[in-house]
């Protein structure tokens, strides 16, 4: 059973535009929502994070859209650049200490 | 952010051998880390989760005899692979949680390791 389902698998984005990314969840216990940023050979970093509690969060070119009722959070890249042609993992965690539960990935290129 | 090193970036070894993997926190305490394996164009599999001063929790299907994990200090995890196979190769990323119940989570850059 996939927790967190991440979708599309791959994305061609012409450089300037908009990066949309998006992931659905099933269990409601999850309460906190990050967005990881994976380079070839590298591990990943976190970009951006949001809580349940607000509906949206935007750091730079970065913005998290939260849709609690039906489940779903999404990511925009704004002014897309080739510097932004990575692997893009969204996860979820039920906080404390569990462990976060990743989607399966999206691979962005951004082409000039 | 938090800064977490992997020791070594890369490893080869032959097959029956054993591979340590280092896992640290740099510039702060992490009493919980994980540990993933990630295979090629596929996301990060937990293996375990390992806290300082107790045994780790190992996820379902995940050999604890196999990988072998301590968290012996609040900045220093490892991982060993134990009499490795050609199917152990992977690329394995652990990552640290910045302070106690706080969910964010520092990933180090991973270790390559390939068993010939």
Avoid at chain 1, 74 to 98: R, V
Avoid at chain 2, 23 to 43: E, G, I, N, V
Avoid at chain 2, 89 to 110: D, K, L, M, N
């Amino acid at each position: 059973q996939q927790q967190v389902k991440q979708s599309p698998q791959s994305l061609i984005v012409q450089k300037g535009g908009i990066s949309i990314i998006n992931c659905a969840y099933e269990n409601t216990a999850f309460d906190y929502f990050p967005w990881y940023q994976q380079f070839p050979g590298k591990g990943p970093a976190l970009l951006i994070a949001i809580r349940p509690d607000v509906s949206e969060k935007k750091e730079g070119r970065f913005t998290i859209s939260f849709n609690k009722s039906a489940k779903q959070f999404s990511l925009h890249i704004m002014d897309s650049q080739p510097g932004d042609s990575a692997t893009y993992f969204c996860a979820a965690s039920k906080g404390g200490n569990t462990p976060l539960v990743f989607g399966k990935g999206t691979r962005l290129s951004v082409i000039a | 952010g938090a800064v977490v090193s992997q020791h070594p970036s890369r490893v080869i070894c032959k097959s029956g051998t054993s591979v340590k993997i280092e896992c640290r926190s740099l510039d702060f305490q992490a009493t919980t880390m994980f540990w993933y394996r990630q295979f090629p164009k596929q996301s990060l599999m937990l293996m375990a989760t390992s806290n300082e001063g107790s045994k780790a929790t190992y996820e379902q299907g995940v050999e604890k005899d196999k990988f072998l994990i301590n968290h012996a200090s609040l900045t220093l995890s490892t991982l060993t692979v134990t009499s490795a196979h050609p199917e152990d190769s992977s690329f394995y990323i652990c990552s640290a949680r910045h302070r106690p119940g706080v969910e964010t989570q520092y990933f180090g850059p991973g270790t390559r390791l390939l068993v010939l």
